[in-house]
């Protein structure tokens, strides 16, 4: 005798919208064909070396805590964490890893290189007549290591490709926009022979993805265009780092683009549009022709875009990746990017900033909220096959 099918039930329906609401969005490790590519300013600084492995170590780091559920919950396959202190044999990111693949978010490749913040020059490098200050180092930063970069990635890392560009002294770039006072650099020739441009680091990283194909990780952690003195300092380097990919990818430097399919991403800690910085830099490389901007979006960033800081913005605030309650501060704002080439294939993207009122924000908004003022950013791409 033939199984006889009923029609389902309405309670049968319900529990399945629910079991599909819950369920984490496919990715290439769970067979779906994308790569879901993210970068997340983690907000892992620490005052002092080994801090960070400490608290992550204990357990009982409430932050720590949230920013697990976050990316456990949103699962990219290659997470880019900016604003995470670095150790030469990186303990702590193993530790983290560690906790992520406890919550079932499995990375079992991890790179870094060491960061330019906390890295220290012996000069005073910003003309206040001090040396062996934070702001003396090659990036603000009170230690070496200070809040750098990591990779996490369910593919395997291409170290012997890899490429640091974070040597690279900022009066060589072309144009270079250095601080100025009567007509020279600020405070000396002898300090720009010095400086670099990066305040943490611009990386191209090759990943190998199934089928022989590859991926490059264009990856850069600008420091913040405020806090420069009356010369612009900040300001003026903010807006040349983020320059940077826009003549890298002209092949206008002396090393080359990758030549294959990669995705630019990072915190440029420039806004195209709002807050503090020379927008023109942002604007002109999301417009890049070897680019796409998939426009990331949230409605949890609408919600928050109150008070009047965020309604004189011009910018949508559903692409805002950052949320500053200061009533000094700049407002919500848009500086984490992914941006892959305009050779990919993007399937989908977002911004992981759930709305007041939402089952997911019930669920997530207080781990949101708790694990940094940033949002985590990902994007959705077709697999590369070359």
């Not at 064909?33 to 801090?51: F, V």
Request: glycine share 10%; net charge negative.
């Amino acid at each position: 005798m033939a199984a006889r099918l009923t029609a389902p039930t309405g309670l049968a329906i319900w529990l399945f919208c629910l079991l599909v609401f819950f369920l984490p969005a496919p990715s290439a490790g769970q067979g779906g064909g994308d790569l879901r590519i993210a970068t997340y300013n983690a907000d892992l600084s620490r005052r002092g070396p080994g801090l960070l492995l400490r608290d992550i170590l204990s357990g009982d780091d409430k932050q720590i805590a949230a920013l697990v559920e976050v990316i456990a919950q949103v699962d990219p396959d290659i997470l880019l964490l900016t604003k995470v202190d670095y150790d030469h044999d990186l303990v702590a990111l193993n530790a983290l890893a560690g906790e992520l693949e406890a919550r079932g978010a499995h990375y079992p490749h991890l790179f870094a290189f060491a960061p330019n913040s906390g890295m220290q020059t012996g000069r005073d490098m910003t003309g206040d007549g001090r040396r062996g200050t934070a702001d003396d180092a090659q990036g603000y930063g009170r230690f070496a290591g200070a809040g750098g970069m990591a990779l996490l990635s369910r593919f395997p890392v291409m170290p012997e490709e890899a490429r640091d560009f974070s040597g690279f002294l900022w009066r060589d770039l072309p144009d270079a926009r250095l601080p100025q006072a009567d007509g020279v650099p600020f405070p000396s020739e002898d300090v720009f022979a010095k400086q670099r441009l990066s305040s943490t680091g611009h990386w191209d990283v090759p990943l190998r993805l199934p089928a022989g194909g590859r991926l490059h990780l264009l990856a850069w952690y600008a420091g913040p265009p405020v806090f420069g003195g009356p010369h612009e300092r900040n300001l003026r380097r903010n807006h040349d780092e983020t320059r940077f990919w826009s003549l890298f990818l002209d092949d206008a430097l002396p090393m080359p683009p990758p030549d294959g399919p990669f995705v630019l991403l990072g915190d440029s800690n420039l806004d195209p549009h709002d807050g503090d910085g020379d927008h023109a830099a942002m604007r002109a490389l999301l417009a890049h022709p070897a680019l796409q901007d998939p426009q990331p979006r949230s409605h949890g960033g609408v919600e928050a875009a109150t008070g009047p800081l965020n309604t004189a913005h011009v910018g949508d605030p559903g692409l805002d990746t950052t949320h500053w309650t200061q009533e000094a501060g700049p407002g919500n704002l848009r500086v984490d990017y992914v941006l892959p080439s305009a050779d990919l294939r993007v399937h989908a993207s977002g911004v992981f900033w759930p709305a007041p009122g939402t089952q997911e924000h019930d669920r997530f908004g207080e781990a949101v909220a708790r694990a940094s003022r940033h949002r985590l950013v990902w994007a959705d791409i077709a697999v590369p096959r070359r």
